[in-house]
């Protein structure tokens, strides 16, 4: 069952709150019936917690809102919030099934562009273009697409992007390589983002349930949304509602002759399932007819290729202790694709370590 298993892996040491509440809610059969009818794989546990979160987060006042780290300056021991999610899952319980019947996870970590950025600047070098044109897949709110827009710290590695910027991500930098960065951000020139459920960043509802997707006691991560949220708000980029496989050879159509087109996915190709191998070949043949980029940072389990990664990566599926994502630069050329697997990072792009041999 799921929540087991996340109870047992996941939230003891991601989020103590989730942990203390999972453990009784096992057992708790009246509450756990309000996600009936939902399927398995749309998660209905975290469906459950989620749609609390996204009351909450409406109501801070209420009782519950203190266990909930960014809802409260002191929040109160995870072991006392039992009795009181329970009654208040109980009192609302008719919108709570409302809202796990309608509503899918949906999250969109800002921070995982301190990953994927460098390998991102790479490409005007690689298609020989001076501008790119970004083709996003799976933008959810779209703060991924707006990577050019945010100022990086990398420690004693160094920093990147405008210094200026409202929107500061400080990403760990671990191993012997530092990732290169360009002294200026890649020059994007145009961008579209591509969703099955694009969230709208000016919609205070369903960038609500972004938040409320967020486990709490999660560090910085609700600010950091929060503020990606805040400055997307100024110039929303465009999202176009449709399927990854279906739609995006339009969107790359779109990309004028003179940029590199450079396509992104970030933690996307795990959710693809069995259209991950088509969402590869409808790339690959686009790129026979124009040479392009794909940036793909994803969990060892939805990355494709992995059978063919350098021996760094083999050896970390070995280990069986894989706890990372893993960023990749592929050119698709009329000669075939070319993978060149960069680096490792965080799942929520906490920390990179730059694998790519120095050029
Ligand atoms: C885990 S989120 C990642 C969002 C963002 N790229 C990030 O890294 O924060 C996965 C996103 O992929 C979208 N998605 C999943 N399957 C899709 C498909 N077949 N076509 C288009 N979008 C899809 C989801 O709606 C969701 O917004």
Known sequence: MVLAHLAKHDFPTRSPLYAAIARELLDDDEVLALATGVAWHEL???????AVRHLLIAAPTEPLAAFHADLTENPRPPE??????????????????????????????????ACYMPAVALVPGALGTAEIG?????????????????????????????????????????GEVPPPLAAAPPRIAHRVGLDRAPVDVRDP????????????????????????????????????????????PALLDEVPPELGVCVTTS?????????????A??????????????VAYDTTHGI???????????????????????????????????????ARSGYHGEWIEWMDAPD
């Open 281 to 294: 070949a409808a790339l690959e043949e686009a790129g026979r007819r124009r040479p392009m980029a794909w």
């Open 80 to 113: 006392e919030a039992y009795p009181l999610f329970r009654e208040f899952a109980l009192r609302h319980g008719d919108e709570i099934t409302a809202l796990v019947r309608s509503r899918a996870i949906q999250t969109n970590e800002v921070l995982r562009c």
């Open 44 to 50: 209905p546990p975290m469906l459950l917690l989620a």
């Open 205 to 248: 509802d369903a960038t609500r349930w972004l938040r409320a997707s967020v486990w709490p006691g999660q560090g910085s991560r609700v600010e950091l949304l929060l503020g990606a949220l805040e400055a997307a708000r100024a110039d929303p980029p465009r999202i176009v509602a449709g399927d990854a496989v279906r739609d995006l």
């Open 267 to 279: 933690v996307v190709l795990t959710y693809l399932g069995s259209e991950r191998a088509a969402f």
């Open 304 to 342: 494709d290729r992995i059978e063919d990664a350098p021996p760094w990566v083999r050896a970390l599926m070995d280990s069986g202790k894989v706890d990372c994502a893993l960023v990749r630069l592929s050119l698709l050329t009329a000669a075939g694709r070319e993978d060149r697997w960069l």
């Open 134 to 174: 970004l083709v996003d897949v799976g933008s959810s709110a779209g703060l991924g697409m707006l990577l050019d827009h945010y100022a990086y710290d990398y420690g004693a590695a160094g920093s990147a992007g405008p210094a200026g910027a409202p929107v500061r991500l400080r990403c760990e930098v671990r």
